[in-house]
């Protein structure tokens, strides 16, 4: 049983586009909610981040979009290049204090950006 | 800062050896965790410590053992390994709290025969 669902698993977009990732909690205690960057061999690296408070967060090209009630967030990639090209996961916590961050995270989103 | 440190790179095994994957962190994070990465799962953690000496198990953690004897180290053991752990591993670290950004390894692929 999957506690965050992502979607699509794949996505093809032409440079200059946008591409959109999108997930879907159940956990109604988490309250952080991260996108990790993977590169093929390489390790996740965080992206961008964004707490309940707030409905949206903009980092240089990379929006997320968050709706509490719907318990959905969204990660925006505007102007997609080449090199954006990677494993899009999006994750979700708690926090509990001196308990560390212990992520839950979607299945992942394969973005390809053709030149 | 080297930050996150894994080895090996890689690892075949045959059904029922033991093996342990080595992580190493030089950023005096108290948190550390394993998680492991299959297709269309994400990653899922199998085992956390919060600091030397106190471990504690995550979604997955049936068929493999942590230890914490010192805040760098963190390995993780395969008792008897299963084709069921073919999987990539990755260990993470960070400071104690929610919102701290945790720092992923370079993963250990491991294949089990």
């Known amino acids: 049983q999957q506690q965050v669902k992502q979607s699509p698993q794949s996505l093809i977009v032409q440079k200059g586009g946008i591409s959109i990732i999108n997930c879907a909690y159940e956990?109604?205690?988490?309250?952080?909610f991260p996108w990790y960057q993977q590169f093929p061999g390489k390790g996740p690296a965080l992206l961008i981040a964004i707490r309940p408070d707030v409905s949206e967060k903009k980092e240089g090209r990379f929006t997320i979009s968050f709706n509490k009630s719907a318990k959905q967030f969204s990660l925006h990639i505007m102007d997609s290049q080449p090199g954006d090209s990677a494993t899009y996961f999006c994750a979700a916590s708690r926090e509990i204090k001196a308990a560390g961050n212990k992520l839950t995270f979607g299945g992942g989103t394969r973005v390809l950006v053709k030149p | 800062n080297a930050g996150v440190t894994q080895t090996p790179k890689f690892q075949v095994l045959k059904t029922g050896q033991s093996m342990t994957l080595q992580c190493a962190q030089d950023m005096n994070h108290e948190y550390m965790s394993w998680y492991r990465q299959d297709p269309g799962m994400g990653l899922r953690l199998i085992h956390y410590s919060v600091g030397a000496g106190i471990t504690d198990q995550g979604e997955v953690p049936n068929g493999y053992n942590v230890s914490r004897s010192t805040t760098e180290d963190f390995p993780l053991r395969l008792l008897s390994a299963a084709p069921s752990q073919t999987s990539v591993y990755f260990c993470a670290s960070s400071y104690l709290g929610g919102y701290n950004e945790q720092f992923f390894g370079p993963g250990t692929r491991l294949t089990v025969l």
């Open positions: 956990n109604t205690a988490f309250d952080y």
